[in-house]
């Protein structure tokens, strides 16, 4: 998605503080910044503390989400709050800092995998990555509930079995797709990608639609003509960016026959992240 940093003013800063000036720690409520990481803490902490995704539908892009005054409320009073990091929900750092509780933040990308900024922020791409996250978010919650620490631990095993399941199917699925190619229109598929197998043939494009900028006449004409001429057998779009380079070029694919994949950035609402990854590799498995 078009990337965009905002600055909160004054005004924003001074709820911050006031509702740090409130903040309970009694609260039974995790926050995670987007829907992706619902289903992941939900399956380790059961029914002993509610979880609520701040970010629920693809509508919304967490580059450029501001909170209400609500949401900043929530996050101050939270025992813990689950991040992607990276660049990906910034917003959520200003809170955090505002209300001192930076030991209650949880983040994937710094906190988990010890990356820095610059590094892919598409984290969930790689079920690998929220097996880690998942581990994380259990010893976390065994901390902050040591009588409970068995369940979170049962919970646990019985989730990363389960997404053991998506990772079988990758490489069931890579044994067709090792040594394919594509064409992205933004970065967000590409760990994805490389545990198939699948090599991407246009970063400096992606790059550009992802910084939000115009891609390069010579890169347009280059992917246009990879098309036509088949050298590549995927094109996976990124379903809630659209511009008017990105439909010429699926225009272009769909009348040579290239595979079209669609994806969201974030999850559709009502759907958790096993059938969300599982819907992406079936379109890869077809």
């Not at 998605?1 to 600055?7: C, I, N, V, W």
């Not at 992706?36 to 539908?57: D, L, Q």
């Not at 992607?84 to 990308?109: F, H, P, R, T």
């Not at 010429?248 to 994806?263: C, F, P, W």
Request: glycine residues 4%; contains cysteine; hydrophobic residues 35%.
């Amino acid at each position: 998605m078009k990337r965009k940093k905002y600055l909160f003013g004054v005004l924003f800063l001074a709820v911050f503080l006031l509702v740090g000036c409130n903040r309970t720690s009694t609260e039974k409520k995790i926050m995670t910044t987007t829907n992706t990481y619902y289903e992941p803490v939900k399956a380790i902490v059961g029914n002993k503390y509610e979880v609520e995704p701040i970010i629920k539908s693809t509508a919304v892009d967490p580059h450029d989400y501001k909170p209400t005054t609500k949401v900043s409320k929530q996050i101050a009073g939270t025992p813990l709050v689950v991040a992607n990091g990276l660049g990906y929900d910034d917003w959520v750092n200003d809170i955090v800092e505002a209300n001192n509780m930076q030991d209650s933040k949880l983040s994937l990308g710094e906190d988990v995998l010890h990356e820095k900024d610059g590094t892919n922020e598409h984290l969930w791409f790689s079920v690998e990555n929220v097996k880690k996250l998942s581990k994380t978010v259990y010893q976390r919650a065994s901390e902050m509930d040591k009588l409970n620490k068995k369940t979170y631990k049962k919970n646990y095993q019985a989730y990363s079995k389960k997404l053991d399941k998506l990772i079988d199917k990758e490489h069931q699925i890579k044994q067709t797709t090792n040594g394919q190619k594509a064409y992205v229109t933004e970065p967000l598929p590409d760990y994805l990608l490389k545990d198939l197998g699948i090599s991407v043939q246009d970063n400096h494009f992606a790059k550009a639609i992802e910084d939000g900028t115009d891609p390069s006449i010579k890169d347009v004409q280059e992917i246009q003509t990879g098309l036509k001429n088949h050298k590549v057998d995927y094109l996976v779009v990124n379903k809630q960016v659209t511009s008017g380079v990105i439909k010429k070029l699926v225009k272009t694919a769909k009348e040579n026959n290239v595979k079209i994949i669609s994806l969201t950035e974030t999850l559709p609402r009502s759907v958790g992240y096993y059938k969300y990854m599982n819907d992406i590799l079936d379109k890869f498995a077809k």
